[in-house]
């Protein structure tokens, strides 16, 4: 037997057993495995596996512990009993195989927490992955994460915004994966030896909630901007503005794949030009807005015509109404000065949304002071995103490089290029004649800076940006 699977199979002074998920990230159990998940991050390298064979033993101890913490914990979580076993002959595997690239694919395809949406249930999640705007490394991660599913948000879903592959998380305890601005759990981010079809993804709803309650907050003072009082009363209710962005992102989500697409530019992260995927970004959001209105709209229409709303359909209203003030602020005060300005597209999208309302009529920046035409603002808004469907259909009967042309032209015809722009002044011959790469390698990857309005608000905001990296909804 190997020193490996002895270190394995020896009894680790193992924590009692974890009856109840509610308590779990206090438990003894949670603390061996999440030790034991960052002692042995150190070891491994990019692609996950552990290469030096003088690191071996301790991986294997450290992988032991893990092991005992998850049997521990496995009877609070009865109902991903088949995930956990898998997860245990996973690590089993790796190590006896000498910790080489790591394979989840088993355990990963018996994850499945879009089967178990209801209201606060946890899993407790375990995977060598990288973290998307985290860690780049296919490191162990650890997690306890709960479910958020209101009422409202399953009537939803069973309405006419299904979405069977959307699952909405709050984030309880995690690995330094995550203590990064990192706030989605997608199964294609999994060490595995082939590529499945993938039947959910996950966001983490109370980073998203508590990023926007802390920036909002700031730059509504910074710019004096008096905000309408359900917005303000935002920033006062970690629970309201997580349920506002489930609603906000199960309508975005599900758009990604519906429309008239010339192609899928999110999905299949072809190489194009970055701005293109802000167009892709908005046309979600700008979706999620549009019917957002339009369910305010027809529940307003049956009240007034005497009907009565169940509780679950006051919610959906009123939260309907929350996410449009969500979609303009977090995008206009957060997405456009987060992140650097290399190829940022969503960055774009905030500047684009922001120029855009400006150029309407419904956005004012007089007197030092940031003021909404708020009666008009939801038709203004909408009008963005027909600009940006009619782009789409009309892409249908075009060539991909005619696509980019006219995509280029829809935003610049908000966004100011960079004087030095390529695409601004028409690209050369050589490149229109010649492959996409041309375009693509053409475009600035700061295409389209910063305004004045964004340049200053950007030098003050930086620090409250930089402060929400690991916030969750408790940090508030």
């Not at 512990?65 to 088949?82: N, Q, T, V, W």
């Not at 948000?153 to 330094?176: C, H, M, Q, W």
């Not at 802000?278 to 009907?307: P, Q, Y």
């Amino acid at each position: 037997m190997s020193t490996i699977t002895s270190t394995i199979n020896t009894i680790i002074g193992e924590p009692e057993v974890v009856e109840d998920a509610s308590t779990a990230e206090t438990s003894a159990a949670w603390k061996l495995l999440k030790d034991a998940a960052i002692a042995l991050r150190p070891l491994q390298i990019k692609d996950g596996s552990v290469p030096e064979a003088a690191d071996r033993e301790a991986a294997a101890q450290h992988v032991a512990e893990i092991i005992a913490g998850i049997r521990a914990l496995a009877p609070a979580f009865p109902h991903d009993a088949d995930y956990l076993d898998a997860l245990v002959v996973d690590f089993q595997r790796w190590a006896d195989g000498g910790f080489t690239e790591p394979d989840f694919l088993d355990s990963l395809m018996a994850f499945q927490p879009q089967q178990h949406r209801i209201d606060g249930i946890r899993h407790l999640v375990v995977f060598p992955m990288y973290t998307q705007n985290g860690s780049s490394d296919r490191l162990v991660e650890a997690l306890i994460v709960e479910t958020i599913w209101p009422e409202f948000i399953a009537e939803l879903e069973a309405g006419d915004y299904g979405n069977k592959l959307f699952v909405s998380l709050r984030l309880v305890d995690f690995t330094p994966g995550y203590d990064t601005n990192s706030a989605v759990l997608f199964p294609e981010t999994v060490a595995m030896r082939e590529i499945p079809s993938f039947t959910w993804g996950a966001i983490f709803q109370d980073r998203e909630a508590a990023r926007y309650r802390r920036v909002v907050r700031a730059a509504s003072e910074i710019t004096n901007l008096e905000l309408p009082e359900r917005a303000a009363a935002m920033l006062d209710d970690q629970q309201m503005t997580e349920k506002t962005f489930v609603m906000w992102d199960i309508i975005h989500d599900r758009t990604h794949m519906r429309g008239d697409l010339p192609f899928d530019p999110f999905m299949i992260k072809q190489r194009m030009p970055f701005f293109l995927y802000s167009l892709e970004e908005m046309r979600c959001d700008m979706t999620a807005f549009r019917e957002s209105v339009k369910i305010e709209r027809a529940f307003d229409a049956r009240v007034a015509a005497g009907e009565q709303l169940t509780e679950a359909e006051q919610e959906m209203h009123d939260y309907a109404h929350l996410v449009q003030y969500a979609v303009i602020f977090d995008r206009i005060f957060r997405f456009a000065i987060t992140g650097n300005r290399t190829r940022n597209y969503d960055a774009v999208g905030g500047q684009l949304l922001f120029a855009w309302l400006h150029q309407h009529g419904v956005l004012h920046w007089t007197d030092t002071a940031l003021a909404f035409d708020w009666d008009n603002v939801p038709d203004a808004v909408v009008a963005l995103g027909d600009a940006i469907d009619d782009l789409y259909w009309h892409s249908i009967d075009r060539p991909k490089i005619a696509h980019w042309l006219a995509a280029y032209e829809l935003v610049r015809g908000t966004l100011t290029p960079h004087p030095a722009s390529q695409w601004a002044r028409g690209l050369s011959d050589e490149i229109l004649a010649g492959a996409p790469k041309g375009y693509t390698d053409a475009v600035m990857d700061d295409e389209f800076p910063l305004s004045m309005f964004f340049e200053t608000l950007d030098k003050k905001m930086k620090p409250v940006i930089e402060s929400t990296v690991g916030i969750r909804g408790t940090d508030l």
